[in-house]
Antibody, heavy 119, light 109 residues
Framework: QVQVQESGPGLVRPSETLSLACTVS????????WNWIRQAPGQGLEWIGY???????KQNPSLKSRVSMSLDMSQNQVSLKLISVTAADTAVYYC?????????????WGQGTLVTVSS | QSVLTQPPSVSAAPGQKVTISCSGS????????VSWYRQLPGTAPKLLIY???ERPSGIPDRFSGSRSGTSATLGITGLQTGDEGDYYC???????????FGTGTKVTV
């Protein structure tokens, strides 16, 4: 079955760039929509956006100017970059497979990776 | 801020039933499929219901979903202590072009 796992630095300094990878197994990254979702400590879930193999992507307008996503088909990975981070970007970041151009559901989810923004 | 409103908490005794509501509008629930997720303490969310009422493989029929107008409901029967956690609804908002999760509901058994 499809599995995803996030990886990346747990600590990022303010104003720098957050970079995460999502390694996919059991499926090709060219087959589905790959989404990033985050959850600030003690808070709810926030959809960040997705990328599709065609190159199409969609981002949450609240983050659009700072977010970029890409696919590495050789590594079967999805990556997320968030520039100019602040403490408000401290969260657990999840990677999840999505179903469609306008997402309807996410499954499976990775275990998540906590990123803390602090100097 | 989410456009989908859920009750902060619900509770019931083991073996009983709970329902969780998710209220939205015509631009989201009213015209797009709703999904539901369960997040047990310290773990990632897990898909329970998709397309308003469909269960993924492996999800027991204790979990059910429905949609009526601009609201959706998750039902859980035969509550177990292992069901304690946070539950979120989610759907696409066609006007804002954003996927929203609900505000979340804590289930206590």
């Amino acid at each position: 079955q499809v599995q995803v796992q996030e990886s990346g630095p747990g600590l990022v300094r303010p104003s720098e760039t957050l970079s995460l990878a999502c390694t996919v197994s059991g499926a090709s990254v060219t087959d589905y929509y790959w989404n990033w979702i985050r959850q600030a400590p003690g808070q709810g879930l926030e959809w960040i956006g997705y990328i599709f193999f065609s190159g199409s992507s969609k981002q949450n307008p609240s983050l659009k100017s700072r977010v970029s996503m890409s696919l590495d088909m050789s590594q079967n990975q999805v990556s997320l970059k968030l520039i100019s981070v602040t403490a408000a970007d401290t969260a657990v970041y999840y990677c999840a497979r999505g179903d469609d151009f306008n997402p309807g559901w996410f499954d499976p989810w990775g275990q998540g990776t906590l990123v803390t923004v602090s100097s | 801020q989410s456009v989908l409103t859920q009750p902060p908490s619900v509770s019931a005794a083991p073996g009983q039933k709970v329902t969780i509501s998710c209220s939205g509008s015509t631009s989201n629930i009213g015209n797009n499929f709703v999904s539901w997720y369960r997040q047990l303490p310290g773990t990632a969310p897990k898909l329970l219901i998709y397309d308003n009422s469909e269960r993924p493989s492996g999800i027991p029929d204790r979990f059910s979903g429905s949609r009526s107008g601009t609201s959706a409901t998750l039902g859980i029967t035969g509550l177990q202590t292992g069901d304690e956690g946070d539950y979120y609804c989610g759907t696409w908002d066609s006007s804002l072009s954003v996927y929203f999760f609900g505000t979340g509901t804590k289930v206590t058994v």
